[in-house]
């Protein structure tokens, strides 16, 4: 079972805001979200994580709901190599469950 | 520098023909993981290590094993390729335990079964 949701693409325009939606209505109190995304044939790459509070790095920002059931990435100000497809993923324990992913598309 | 290292990046093997993947790490994490992503899909984690505790997802297909016979290195064991295994293997490692850490992945393997 998916553990989360995400919309299979979006379009941005290069230099505005990339918001990238995730839905995780079945998290628990302690499971934390995660970010990567993938460049085609790359291996997934690290963006940014978080539990309860919102989150900022010189990469990007995380939005976490106050009921956890949802959180944002945000990509303050996207280049055209920030075209990649960005996954959403709940750990539990250990284990990472990757999200079917967004295919971020940065148009010039 | 620090680093999950695949080999080879591209591996050819016959229908039905033995084919081992390979995965070392520079990192000396805990955790150790294997995960299957075919085209156009998300990373599937068919299973991981935490240091030699061997952990399988329930719906791993027997036909895959693993092996890790120290903290470095991480084998995947494919005994009757098909062709439906043809896939990107990515390997995978983190610190592991209830620290919030994130995962470090190798670049990958893509396995053609002919």
């Known amino acids: 079972d998916a553990k989360t949701t995400q919309p299979t693409s979006m379009d941005c325009a290069e230099g505005r805001a990339a918001n990238l939606p995730c839905n995780h209505s079945?998290?628990?109190?302690?499971?934390?979200v995660y970010w990567y995304r993938q460049i085609h044939s790359q291996g997934p790459q690290y963006i940014i994580h978080?539990?309860?509070n919102n989150e900022t790095n010189e990469m990007a920002s995380l939005i976490i709901t106050e009921d956890r059931k949802s959180s944002t990435l945000i990509l303050p100000h996207a280049t055209l190599r920030d075209t990649a497809v960005y996954y959403c993923?709940?750990?539990?324990?250990?284990?990472?469950?990757f999200g079917t992913g967004t295919s971020l598309t940065v148009i010039p | 520098d620090a680093m999950v290292i695949q080999n080879p990046r591209y591996q050819v093997t016959q229908f039905g023909k033995p084919v081992t993947l390979s995965c070392s790490q520079t990192?000396?994490?805990?955790?150790m993981y294997w995960y299957q992503q075919k085209s156009s899909q998300a990373p599937k984690l068919l299973f991981h290590?935490?240091?030699?505790?061997?952990?399988n997802e329930a719906d791993t297909p027997d036909n895959f094993q693993s092996r890790r016979p120290n903290t470095s290195f991480c084998f995947l064991d494919i005994r009757s390729p098909g062709l439906g295994d043809a896939a990107m293997y990515l390997c995978?490692?983190?610190?592991?335990?209830?620290?919030?850490?994130?995962?470090?992945f190798g670049p990958g393997t893509r396995l053609t079964v002919t």
């Open positions: 995978a490692t983190s610190l592991g335990g209830n620290s919030p850490y994130e995962q470090y």
């Open positions: 290590y935490y240091d030699k505790d061997f952990n």
């Open positions: 978080g539990l309860k």
């Open positions: 990192l000396n994490h805990n955790v």
């Open positions: 993923i709940v750990r539990l324990g250990n284990q990472f469950y």
């Open positions: 079945t998290i628990s109190g302690n499971e934390y």
